[in-house]
């Protein structure tokens, strides 16, 4: 029993002391906007270049909440985009 203990310990702090990263997502759309967020650890800036082609062409800035050094939540809004449209984008 003890052994599970020492390992779910052990198994926690190698978890807490690694740096979280998240894919982005998508929230919050609406016909002609929409949140991408996403948790990193390495920016203070929350930059997303996006466009209706793999050239992307646009740029927007969001907020960074930050929960600790290393976790950091990103958050930029895109707006007036097309209804209906695909668009590319990356987050920086």
Known sequence: KYWIVVYFCLFSIFLYAQSIEMMPYLQTPTATSIY????????NQSVVQYGTT????????????SFN???K??????????????????CI
Do not use: I
């Not at 991408?36 to 920016?43: E, I, K, P």
């Not at 793999?54 to 909440?65: D, E, F, M, Q, R």
């Open 36 to 43: 991408v967020s996403w948790f990193g650890s390495s920016s």
């Open 54 to 65: 793999t050239s992307l062409g646009y740029s927007a800035s969001g907020s960074v909440v």
């Open 69 to 71: 050094s290393s976790t």
């Open 73 to 90: 939540w990103h958050s930029v809004k895109l707006l007036n985009l097309a209804p209906n449209t695909l668009y590319y984008y990356q």
